[in-house]
């Protein structure tokens, strides 16, 4: 069956480390992936989405790889801050044109 | 743009009671999502749309859910009966594709609660 996981349920570093987070999955050949923010009480919002044939890709202090192979993508915040904390989900398209959500990685910045 | 507008944003109601909640999407966007989430399962999809008619409803747990979309700005999920197993957050989120890939962007959320 199709499944998606992210690494942990919580994550808790250090403020100024980089943040990474991983969302593994199997039986999907994803046309792209997407990675979003939720903060609490609120719905997500979209980071960056990288497509099958990108190996990496970058917005300010986030870094998103793809590694069709491993089947698995790599979320990365560097310099992280408090501002940070929230919850992180990966979302995958698969060929069927269906968005399928991760359980998403509760990161935790303290100062 | 105001982005996605949902109501209510909170819904205590008592089992067996029907529940409806909206949805307006964004101004534009063909597509249109209904999910729901909770702590076991995370965010689930029930249903989506294009261009007002129901693509995929896989999701929708069972016959009590239903959902429509009569025009391009507005959506409705409806619950009849409720059961306290429902209780969960719902969100709606609306998109349009574009060079092959699409951005969801979701509203704030119904939170609903049924005792």
Request: proline share 6%; net charge positive; hydrophobic share 30%.
């Amino acid at each position: 069956s199709q499944k998606i996981e992210q690494n942990s349920e919580a994550l808790n570093i250090q403020e100024g480390k980089t943040a990474t987070l991983t969302c593994n999955y199997t039986n999907y050949s994803p046309a792209y992936l997407q990675w979003y923010r939720q903060d609490p009480g609120r719905g997500p919002v979209f980071l960056l989405l990288i497509r099958e044939n990108e190996k990496e890709k970058r917005k300010e202090r986030l870094k998103v790889t793809f590694d069709t192979t491993l089947k698995q993508s790599l979320f990365h915040i560097t310099a992280s801050q408090p501002a940070d904390s929230a919850t992180y989900l990966c979302a995958l398209y698969s060929s069927a044109s269906k968005i399928i959500f991760g359980s998403g990685t509760r990161l935790s910045i303290r100062p | 743009d105001a982005g996605v507008i949902q109501s209510p944003r909170h819904e205590v109601t008592e089992m067996g009671q029907e529940v409806t909640l909206r949805c307006k999407p964004i101004s534009g966007h063909d597509y249109l999502f209904w999910y729901r989430q909770t702590m076991m399962r995370g965010l689930e999809l029930l249903i989506y749309f294009n261009n007002n008619v129901p693509i995929d409803d896989s999701g929708m747990p069972e016959d009590r859910f239903s959902a429509k979309m009569p025009n391009a700005s507005f959506s409705t999920l409806k619950i009849q009966p409720s059961e306290p197993r429902d209780s969960a957050v719902y969100f709606c989120a609306s998109s349009y594709r574009t060079g092959g890939t699409e951005t969801q962007y979701f509203g704030p959320g119904t939170r609903l609660l049924v005792l």
